[in-house]
């Protein structure tokens, strides 16, 4: 299992390679988010919609063992594999780790540039959702 | 056709476009494409140089000084005034009120004009059309007052339905407030017909102009109506500059909208008396500067004509309607044949936020989502649209290119 660094490191040497190009990089943005497992329908309720994105966005987060799994979704495809990236890195992880973790990667890919600093805000509020989760989800452990 | 062809002849758009130093410039690495002119237009060169030369050369504060740079500044924003009221034709200059823009406008008559003459039980007519600005400010007064307000029906087409316009009318109607075009569809209203119903059960007339001003020919004389709001900023001026016609019967009944300086005649702990129209609904210090600059806003109009703005706009539009339509599962939204030069539209299964990232990618700038109007897209029953707003800078070639991105985006969407 690669570490929360590590697949920053992953995802930051993927842009790379598109050199910048912002129609190649939003074609690949929304690829990833294709990729994305389904998030089951009932799971797209109001309760689970990340406050303070400009588009919809539905996550949640469960127990798997000692780890945290994330299910995500949103009504837009460039959203859609925005979310994915933070999925990536942080299902599977463990809750210490994630609620610790330092998410470096969007100012290495130049992500603020690429979707406006509206949309980096929203992705600052899926961060912080999924921490809010880790941590919640930390505390029935421990309990 | 051929008439609008020999029109068009009259200016050349490379001429135009090198008056626009802000689209001589690459996005994302693509020179730009600038299609959301519906927010706001760019600004040529010289509404650009008048403000440097106010800042440089004779910022003054206006109307009281004495001295020669208060004169200087104090000509200027005259100028501008008497510059508009020739552009709108209206009957005096001092029916010419200067405020931040179409949404000020619309707020001093709901405040002033509809406190006053709008009470309990009267209604307030608007349209489906409106824009939030032209929704808002009457749903405050009436709630204020304990009126109503009636909405006209939009049809398929993003017409209004007139039958039931007129069906709403009643002697309980005190104002009409719609928009001169539909700021998301483009739809030109017929606003001479709506002003004449309206008359005839007593009622009065605001026209939202954001849309109108840089697009249409408005002569508020002979439309006759009560109240016409523009902002500068839609029509190749500075922001925070806008209008307010209202004819001077209506200005001088209503009472003052602000309280401060400028605005009065006298003032004393005992009682303070009103300066004359149009300075009573100007309190505080004015944004001179920007005033003065607007007047080459409208230098820039003339000087190309109206009519020819118009020709050639509906030439891009008719252009880009046609290639539009080409794309799979595209559909316009408001496809009215009476439009200013707006194409909205919306294309199966592609969220207009991703078709406007990605066309911001290539350079090209559109709008995304409901433009203020809610209720409008609540009715069409979709989140929002993707708007393409053209102005007499804009070339076949770009729309070419907005095309073929979009084409772009569908293949792979759908791939």
């Known amino acids: 299992m690669m570490s929360i660094v590590e697949r920053q490191e992953e995802i930051i040497e993927e842009f790379a390679i598109l050199d910048g190009d912002m129609e190649m990089t939003n074609f690949y943005v929304m690829e990833l988010g294709q990729k994305l497992p389904e998030m089951s329908e009932a799971s797209k309720i109001d309760d689970n919609i990340v406050k303070g994105c400009q588009s919809k966005v539905w996550l949640t987060a469960e127990l798997q063992g000692s780890t945290i799994v994330y299910h995500a979704d949103s009504n837009t495809a460039i959203t859609k594999g925005l979310v994915s990236l933070l999925v990536r890195i942080f299902s599977g992880q463990l809750a210490d780790e994630i609620v610790t973790a330092e998410v470096f990667f969007p100012e290495k890919i130049g992500m603020e540039r690429f979707i406006g600093t509206q949309r980096s805000n929203g992705f600052g509020a899926m961060i912080k959702?999924?921490?809010?989760?880790?941590?919640?989800?930390k505390s029935k452990i421990e309990a | 056709m051929t008439e609008i062809s020999s029109n068009i002849k009259k200016f050349d758009v490379e001429e135009v476009r090198k008056l626009f130093p802000v689209l001589h410039q690459k996005v994302n690495g693509k020179p730009l494409v600038y299609f959301d002119n519906a927010a706001t237009s760019q600004k040529p060169i010289a509404v650009i140089e008048a403000l440097k030369t106010y800042y440089k050369g004779y910022n003054a504060n206006i109307h009281r000084g004495?001295?020669?740079?208060?004169?200087?500044a104090t000509k200027a924003f005259e100028d501008t005034r008497k510059r508009l009221s020739s552009f709108v034709n209206s009957n005096e200059v001092e029916e010419i009120i200067f405020t931040k823009g179409t949404t000020e406008s619309i707020n001093l008559v709901a405040s002033s004009y509809g406190r006053k003459f709008i009470n309990e039980d009267d209604e307030i007519i608007i349209s489906g059309l409106e824009h939030h600005s032209n929704i808002v400010p009457w749903q405050l007064l009436a709630e204020e007052k304990g009126a109503s307000i009636k909405v006209i029906n939009v049809l398929e087409d993003g017409t209004l339905d007139f039958d039931h316009f007129k069906s709403l009318l009643s002697d309980r109607t005190k104002l009409v407030a719609v928009n001169h075009a539909s700021n998301s569809l483009g739809t030109i209203n017929p606003i001479k017909e709506i002003i004449a119903v309206a008359h005839e059960v007593g009622a009065k007339v605001l026209i939202d102009g954001a849309q109108g001003?840089?697009?249409?020919?408005?002569?508020?004389?002979e439309l006759d109506c009560d109240f016409y709001a523009l902002s500068a900023h839609k029509c190749y001026g500075p922001t925070g500059v806008g209008a307010l016609y209202g004819k001077r019967e209506l200005l001088e009944a209503m009472p003052p909208y602000q309280g401060?300086?400028?605005?009065?005649?006298?003032?004393s702990f005992?009682?303070?008396?009103?300066?004359?129209?149009?300075?009573?609904?100007?309190?505080?210090?004015p944004n001179i500067g920007d005033v003065v600059a607007f007047k080459y806003a409208l230098d820039f109009i003339d000087d190309l004509g109206k009519e020819n703005i118009a020709?050639?706009?509906?030439e891009l539009y008719t252009y880009a309607r046609e290639k539009a339509l080409t794309i799979p599962g595209l559909r316009i939204i408001g496809d009215s044949s009476n439009k200013v030069s707006v194409l909205s539209f919306v294309i199966d299964g592609v969220h207009p936020f991703d078709i406007g990232q990605m066309l911001d990618a290539s350079g090209i700038a559109v709008r995304t989502g409901h433009h203020c109007t809610q209720p409008l897209m609540d009715h069409f029953q979709i989140e929002g649209t993707i708007r393409a707003s053209f102005a007499v800078y804009n070339t076949k070639e770009e729309i070419d290119r907005m095309i073929e991105a979009l084409q772009r985006v569908v293949k792979f969407m759908k791939a």
């Open chain 2, 270 to 285: 005992e009682k303070t008396t009103f300066n004359d129209i149009p300075y009573k609904f100007e309190a505080g210090t």
């Open chain 2, 311 to 314: 020709s050639y706009e509906h």
């Open chain 2, 66 to 72: 004495i001295h020669t740079l208060a004169e200087k």
């Open chain 2, 260 to 267: 401060g300086g400028e605005m009065i005649k006298e003032v």
């Open chain 1, 129 to 137: 959702q999924m921490k809010l989760y880790a941590l919640a989800l």
């Open chain 2, 213 to 221: 001003t840089a697009h249409l020919e408005i002569d508020v004389q």
